[in-house]
């Protein structure tokens, strides 16, 4: 068992000093240890209860954000959903506004935590109606509105610069070699990493993209260009952003849904552990990187939320059939077969 917990005054008072787990099956596999850093445990049950609780208190210390005012925030869901436990505990409204292809599994947790949701259609960013200037344009409209903007906000990457990166260095005793994560907004890689960095700058740190986003491209010419997409949620990216900015990146790696399957049944059968599917992204390319390094490395990465958000596409088999995707999981002595001859999908930075 692990030490007691914390007794809290209020939920926001909750967010962090998540646990980290060890992927036994992968780890065996691999010669070197994965682990995960529990972001699900967070109150919100994603890593972006982080940014949202940083995003908040950094604004009401600048003057920012007054009692009686709302927050507007546009996101893929977990940052409003983060925001919404932060909100009432700290006795703010908030008004989210979101794409409405995103799962109902997020939708419903945003309005049972009390929040007014604006649905948007998914629309590319250079349309005015998309999420992100919609919400924008809302808290203009309003001096009574504060506008949280996780993109550019560099209190999110903070977050992970002050608390996430600290715990992970504390956990593994200073003892991690690799950081693997994926990349929406940028926060958690560019906090994370500059942290790490700054106490070992040998310490590799790997990007994971899905496809549909523009970042493993920008980072190899400069350009936002992507192939394909994804069934991920609040990955990728097609735009550079503040945050991501911030990152310090050695290698990116971009891999297909159809592996996130494998990986994901695997531990789900071997570890009894159900991953959200940025989180089932995180881990096919902690093990990828994994297979290109000697044995016996300290690699981490992050649940980035609870599985369960994924219930109704990465686990929902029509869902799968659907995007064309074979919902029978590829053997994984056969998945590592093909990443290890697959060094040439690795770009370094
Ligand atoms: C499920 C999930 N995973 C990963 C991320 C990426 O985190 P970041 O915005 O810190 O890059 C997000 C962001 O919203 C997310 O919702």
């Not at 506004?97 to 049972?112: C, L, S, W």
């Not at 550019?152 to 200073?174: F, K, V």
């Not at 260009?225 to 735009?239: C, L």
Request: hydrophobic share 35%; proline share 4%.
């Amino acid at each position: 068992m692990s030490q007691s917990g914390k007794i809290a005054d209020r939920q926001s008072d909750l967010i962090g000093q998540t646990d980290m787990l060890k992927i036994r099956s992968l780890s065996a596999l691999c010669g070197s240890d994965i682990y995960l850093k529990c972001e699900f445990q967070n109150p919100g049950g994603s890593i972006k209860d982080r940014a949202a609780l940083q995003l908040v208190t950094d604004a009401i210390e600048r003057g920012e954000l007054k009692p009686g005012m709302t927050i507007v925030e546009g996101t893929a869901g977990n940052t409003g959903i983060g925001l919404a436990v932060v909100a009432k505990s700290l006795g703010f409204d908030l008004l989210v506004v979101m794409p409405n292809d995103q799962t109902p599994e997020k939708t419903r947790m945003i309005e049972m935590h009390g929040a007014r949701l604006k649905a948007v259609p998914p629309v590319p960013f250079k349309d005015e109606s998309h999420f992100y200037h919609t919400a924008r344009r809302l808290a203009e409209s309003r001096d009574d509105y504060w506008w949280a903007n996780q993109f550019e906000n560099t209190s999110n990457m903070r977050a992970h610069y002050l608390h996430t990166g600290p715990e992970i260095w504390q956990q593994t005793d200073g003892k991690v070699d690799i950081l693997v994560s994926v990349s929406g907004t940028g926060g958690t890689i560019a906090g994370n990493s500059r942290y790490l960095k700054e106490k070992n700058p040998n310490l590799e740190v790997w990007l994971a993209d899905p496809d549909g986003s523009g970042s493993y491209a920008y980072l190899r010419d400069g350009q936002f260009v992507s192939q394909g997409s994804s069934m991920t949620e609040g990955i990728g990216i097609m735009r550079l952003v503040e945050n991501f900015a911030q990152a310090q990146i050695d290698y990116a790696v971009n891999l297909p849904d159809q592996d996130l399957i494998a990986i994901s049944r695997y531990v789900q059968t071997h570890d009894g552990i159900v991953l959200g599917s940025s989180s089932a992204l995180n881990v096919a390319a902690a093990f990828f990187a994994a297979l290109h390094r000697p044995k016996g490395k300290t690699i981490v990465t992050f649940a980035c939320d609870l599985g369960e958000r994924s219930a109704s596409k990465l686990y929902n088999v029509n869902y799968l059939r659907e995007r064309g995707l074979n919902p029978e999981p590829e053997d994984i002595a056969h998945l590592k077969a093909r990443y290890l001859q697959d060094g040439s999908r690795i770009l370094k930075v």
